[in-house]
Nanobody, 112 residues
Framework: VQLQASGGGLVQPGGSLRLSCTAS????????MGWYRQTPGNQREFVAG??????IYENFVKGRFTISRDGAENSFHLQMDSLDVGDTTVYYC????????WGPGTQVTVSS
C-alpha cells in the first residue's frame, strides 16, 4: 500500500484546511491510521489518530481538528479549523499494517 497526502496549502489564521490521505488500494481492513506533523527540530509529533474506531487527539489540536474515515475504501481525512501560525509545518499521514507506512507529507502554511 502506498499513501499520498493532499490538501495542504496557504491559509490565513483562523482559516480551515482539509487534508486527505489516499491509499493505492482499499484500507478498509486496517484499524490504525492518522496524522503526524514535523516539529522545528525535524522530529514528528502526533496530531490525531484512529485506533479501532476510536479517535485520539493531541492536546494542542483538540476542538480544532477532526479526523475521519467517512466510510471511504481508501482514504481518511483531517479537517483542520481555527488554524494558527503554530500549525505551519509538513503533515504526514500514516497507516499501520504489518509495519508503519507513511505518505510523503503535505505542507500547511498559516500566514496573514
Amino acid at each position: 500500500v502506498q499513501l499520498q497526502a493532499s490538501g495542504g496549502g496557504l491559509v490565513q489564521p483562523g482559516g480551515s484546511l482539509r487534508l486527505s490521505c489516499t491509499a493505492s488500494r482499499s484500507i478498509r481492513i486496517y484499524n490504525t491510521m492518522g496524522w503526524y506533523r514535523q516539529t522545528p527540530g525535524n522530529q514528528r509529533e502526533f496530531v490525531a489518530g484512529i485506533v479501532s474506531g476510536s479517535v485520539i487527539y493531541e492536546n494542542f489540536v483538540k476542538g480544532r481538528f477532526t479526523i475521519s474515515r467517512d466510510g471511504a475504501e481508501n482514504s481518511f481525512h483531517l479537517q483542520m479549523d481555527s488554524l494558527d501560525v503554530g500549525d505551519t509545518t509538513v503533515y504526514y499521514c500514516y497507516l499501520a499494517t504489518d509495519r508503519m507506512l507513511w505518505g510523503p507529507g503535505t505542507q500547511v502554511t498559516v500566514s496573514s
